[in-house]
């Protein structure tokens, strides 16, 4: 996958509605969405990890769990293969803000490659240095942010036929590490959700995806880092 630097806002009439199910259905719906929906010709599959950053006292956090006016998401992003699992030449860098029903996003390359950010320790220093190639885009994180744990899912992604609409299905989704320093303990897992996302200027499924409901997906809000730190924390909601 190759993704370039650039800030985006969304175009009005664009909308991200999230449908949730049991990832134990994750094939069916695989397969199912093979016989209705075109590959995305540009990023068909891939597997995507993050790492993100957050205040001492997990500010962009609480922001996202009391669903908080103002929104900040802070992470470095990278792709691997699906199939040979060799991570992208390039990570970036990207900041999501939400305020309102707003969302901006800002994504710069950070300079290291994919396969430097997947081996790196999250308490290594130089993970402190990333946040600032912000500075030259005018882009303020006002307090001291620190990276806290990785992210990891598989992503395929396609283009309803009939509509236009892009989809994105999102399936084994875990967090295999932690930057001690901010979480005392990681316990080993993988979400029993995965995510189905529809994107362009629909509120609802279109009519050839409306059998989706009856497999099991339920249209609701779905934070995977805020999943992952309940999980890690063992929380229950």
Not at 46 to 59: A, E, F, L, N, P
Not at 91 to 117: A, D, F, N, Q
Not at 119 to 137: A, H, K, M, V, Y
Not at 156 to 183: H, K
Request: overall charge positive.
């Amino acid at each position: 996958m190759t993704h370039h630097h650039k800030t985006t806002h969304d175009p009005k009439g664009e909308h991200e509605t999230k449908y949730v199910l049991n990832s134990s259905a994750a094939s069916i719906i695989i397969e199912w969405l093979q016989c209705r929906c075109q590959w995305d010709p540009e990023f068909p599959k891939g597997i995507v990890s993050s790492i993100y950053y957050d205040t001492r006292d997990w500010q962009f956090l609480r922001e996202k769990i009391n669903s908080d006016y103002f929104k900040t998401k802070v992470r470095i992003r990278w792709y691997a293969d699906i199939v040979s699992e060799e991570p992208s030449t390039e990570s970036y860098l990207e900041v999501k803000h939400k305020i309102g029903g707003r969302r901006e996003k800002l994504r710069i390359k950070t300079g290291k490659p994919g396969e430097w950010v997947s081996r790196i320790n999250l308490d290594n220093r130089e993970l402190l240095e990333i946040p600032r190639l912000l500075w030259p885009e005018s882009v303020v994180i006002r307090r001291p942010c620190f990276p806290v744990f990785k992210i990891t899912y598989k992503r395929l992604r396609f283009i309803e036929p009939v509509t236009g609409a892009r989809l994105s299905f999102d399936y084994d989704i875990c967090a295999p590490e932690v930057n001690w320093q901010m979480v005392p303990r990681i316990n080993p897992f993988r979400l029993q959700e995965a995510v189905f996302e529809l994107k362009g200027n629909l509120t609802q499924l279109p009519e050839t995806l409306h059998q989706l409901t009856a497999l099991g997906c339920r249209k609701q809000s779905f934070s995977k880092y805020s999943m992952c730190y309940q999980k890690i924390m063992r929380i229950r909601v």
